[in-house]
């Protein structure tokens, strides 16, 4: 009340008013520019910021540069250790994976020379051989996800076969590809050439990134 009283008596008496009402306009015109400028600074910033989000659109996909018909290629000579660990693994028994047992030493000289290297054949397991088409999948695209994939068996591959596995980009819908997968081995009746087999076929799905 007495500040009241106060301002009053100024009014009445017109003192020091001059002085006093423009100091107060003057700060309140201070403090909303401050203000109008704090405003459009964050307007500001939030509009970069979401700009920003609009034009990455999240994580950067790798599948945006891919072309149809893409070949990717691996290649891989499994041995009878990296047979043994899978078998391990799996619990895959079947004996056509694993070596034979040694035989006594007067059968082995009785055996002809070609039926030992038979004998030490063992069969890879498709499933090892047909895992080189996500290996591809996700070394070439570090963190998609292998969807989906068809397998055909076709003709048995040896410890020791050199196998080419190769994907083919057959169709892209944003991250979204398909694959033709196809495993090779060298023939044994030409083994220089280009004298290829099939040994697995199918088709991959993948999620791209």
Do not use: W
């Not at 964050?42 to 034009?55: D, E, I, P, V, Y």
């Not at 040694?102 to 051989?129: A, D, R, T, Y």
């Amino acid at each position: 009340m007495a500040v009241a009283a106060a301002l009053t008596r100024l009014l009445v008496e017109k003192r020091s008013i001059p002085f006093l009402f423009p100091c107060c306009c003057s700060e309140l015109l201070s403090n909303k520019k401050k203000n109008e400028k704090k405003s459009s600074y964050f307007q500001a910033l939030g509009g970069t910021l979401l700009q920003h989000r609009k034009s990455s659109g999240g994580r950067s996909s790798r599948s945006q540069g891919l072309r149809l018909g893409e070949t990717f290629e691996r290649q891989a000579i499994f041995t009878h250790d990296q047979v043994e660990a899978f078998v391990l693994l799996t619990g895959d028994a079947n004996p056509i994976h694993v070596l034979p047992k040694q035989n006594s030493v007067e059968e082995k000289e009785e055996e002809k020379e070609e039926e030992k290297k038979e004998k030490k054949k063992c069969i890879v397991p498709g499933m090892l051989c047909s895992s080189l088409f996500p290996a591809i999948i996700g070394s070439t695209f570090p963190g998609s996800l292998y969807l989906e994939q068809t397998l055909n068996f076709k003709n048995k591959v040896f410890v020791g076969d050199k196998v080419t596995a190769r994907l083919v980009l057959t169709q892209l819908d944003g991250r979204r590809a398909k694959f033709q997968t196809q495993c090779f081995k060298q023939n044994d009746d030409d083994g220089d050439g280009d004298n290829r087999v099939v040994v697995i076929e199918g088709v991959a799905r993948a999620l791209i990134r």
